[in-house]
Nanobody, 126 residues
């Protein structure tokens, strides 16, 4: 059974940092695309960042470029999202999503995910 478990959310002041983790189990971390999505209060879910074995470079939404960094540790089957210089508008529930196989981040971000985590709350106070 494939499972994605997020952790690392919390309450932080504007300008602060958090690191989210997405621990994956139930599949081999060989070919994959893993992304982070978020849904803020009253907003639609949006793709934030993604890393895949298909793409040479990770994907970042314009709103987080230069502030967020995605990375993966294949030995631990874990994908991280380091979030720096956080802003109140980053407040949201952050979800990890994955697709197995040789899939691009563009496909994952546009609805190609097979599995979702339960989400972790990130709250940024002003």
């Amino acid at each position: 059974e494939v499972q994605l478990v997020e952790s690392g959310g919390g309450l932080v002041q504007a300008g602060g940092s958090l690191r989210l983790s997405c621990a994956a189990s139930g599949f081999a971390f060989d070919d994959y695309a893993v992304g982070w999505f978020r849904q803020g209060p009253g907003k639609e879910r949006e793709g934030v960042s993604c890393v895949s074995t298909y793409d040479a470079n990770p994907y970042y939404d314009d709103s987080v470029k230069g502030r967020f960094t995605i990375s993966s540790d294949n030995a631990k089957n874990t994908v991280y999202l380091l979030m720096n210089t956080l802003k109140p508008e980053d407040t949201a529930v952050y979800y990890c999503a994955a697709a197995l196989g040789f899939l691009s981040c563009a496909s994952l971000i546009n609805g190609g995910s097979d599995y979702w985590g339960q989400g972790t709350q990130v709250t940024v106070s002003s």
